[in-house]
T-cell receptor, first 114, second 111 residues
Framework: NAGVMQNPRHLVRRRGQEARLRCSPMKGHSHVYWYRQLPEEGLKFMVYLQKENIIDESGMPKERFSAEFPKEGPSILRIQQVVRGDSAAYFC????????????FGPGTRLTVT | QKEVEQNSGPLSVPEGAIASLNCTYSDRGSQSFFWYRQYSGKSPELIMFIYSNGDKEDGRFTAQLNKASQYVSLLIRDSQPSDSATYLCAVSENQGGKLIFGQGTELSVKP
């Protein structure tokens, strides 16, 4: 499967725990984007990363959220001390970075905070 | 605040008809325009992209862009029940970079 991969697909955390969401871009893609979709709301941009660089984090909440895309391995979106309001679908998208601009989405991680 | 506006719908069309979905955007500097389809509980699927004024056709889908009016549309010809989904308009101000999404238009195609 050459598509964007995300895991886990479903994640349940209690309030105060940490959530780690992983994203592996499509083969040949070097740019990763994270978006969040709250229940009954639209998709909102969170962060844009290239390998070892955060390009745009203008959509990231100031506290508790962080993202990385290391030289080796998947991109990680980390949410510390989760609260109920963090319950949402988190989607990762990737693009080649040069040439075509289109972003392709992974299946998403559904985070539920209890 | 840069915005992308879509009618939320639902838009209901009979099978075989043309469905017309519309989108306006506030940032005149926007350069790239995308249409995604999202089935309930699933992730967005890219169906069309357009970068230049005019029309772009791909199978039953036609995207139309008018930068002067800051308007993008998607036409779906010969609509099928399987086209029933939420259609998301997305805009990027740069050559690459973050997408700003509209709220989506729910399309229902009745057999």
């Amino acid at each position: 499967n050459a598509g964007v991969m995300q895991n886990p697909r479903h994640l349940v955390r209690r309030r105060g725990q940490e959530a780690r969401l992983r994203c592996s871009p499509m083969k040949g893609h070097s740019h990763v984007y994270w978006y969040r979709q709250l229940p009954e709301e639209g998709l909102k941009f969170m962060v844009y990363l290239q390998k070892e660089n955060i390009i745009d984090e203008s959509g990231m909440p100031k506290e508790r959220f962080s993202a990385e895309f290391p030289k080796e391995g998947p991109s990680i979106l980390r949410i510390q001390q989760v609260v109920r309001g963090d319950s949402a679908a988190y989607f990762c998208a990737s693009s080649p970075g040069t040439g075509p601009l289109e972003q392709y989405f992974g299946p998403g991680t559904r985070l539920t905070v209890t | 605040q840069k915005e992308v506006e879509q009618n939320s719908g639902p838009l209901s069309v009979p099978e075989g008809a043309i469905a017309s979905l519309n989108c306006t955007y506030s940032d005149r500097g926007s350069q790239s325009f995308f249409w995604y389809r999202q089935y309930s509980g699933k992730s967005p699927e890219l169906i069309m992209f357009i970068y230049s004024n005019g029309d772009k056709e791909d199978g039953r889908f036609t995207a139309q862009l008018n930068k002067a009016s800051q308007y993008v549309s998607l036409l779906i010809r010969d609509s099928q029940p399987s086209d029933s989904a939420t259609y998301l308009c997305a805009v990027s101000e740069n050559q690459g970079g973050k997408l700003i999404f509209g709220q989506g238009t729910e399309l229902s195609v009745k057999p």
